[in-house]
């Protein structure tokens, strides 16, 4: 049974920083790939940002480019993601998934997802 158990999240002024955790742990079958997901109220739950977990490329939504850094560390089944110079509109529930998606910025292609950490970014 995979479990993604993520971590990090909290209440930031604008312009501050956070980093998430991604804990992941019971693979069973092939994980291609962890994503980072957020979805704010009343929003579709859009990608963030993407790491292949074999080649450690990395992919980003456009509005993240620049701010946030995806990166994994294998020795701790641990992917992070670094937030900084944050927004107000960057505030949503984050979470990660794994799976062998077809486009790992896409949430579905994901079977398997954390239950999120709370991101609140106040101007």
């Known amino acids: 049974q995979v479990q993604l158990v993520e971590s990090g999240g909290g209440s930031v002024q604008a312009g501050g920083s956070l980093r998430l955790s991604c804990v992941a742990s019971?693979?069973?079958?092939?994980?291609?790939?962890i994503g980072w997901f957020r979805q704010a109220p009343g929003k579709e739950r859009e990608g963030v940002a993407s790491?292949?977990?074999?080649?450690?490329?990395?992919f980003y939504a456009d509005f993240v480019k620049g701010r946030f850094t995806i990166s994994q560390d294998k020795a701790k089944n641990t992917v992070y993601l670094q937030m900084s110079s944050l927004k107000p509109e960057d505030t949503a529930m984050y979470s990660c998934?794994?799976?062998?998606?077809?486009?790992?910025?896409?949430?579905?292609?994901?079977?398997?997802w954390g239950r999120g950490t709370q991101v609140t970014v106040s101007s």
């Open positions: 998934a794994a799976g062998a998606p077809w486009n790992s910025l896409r949430p579905n292609g994901y079977p398997y």
């Open positions: 790491i292949a977990t074999k080649e450690n490329k990395t």
């Open positions: 019971g693979y069973t079958h092939p994980i291609t790939y």
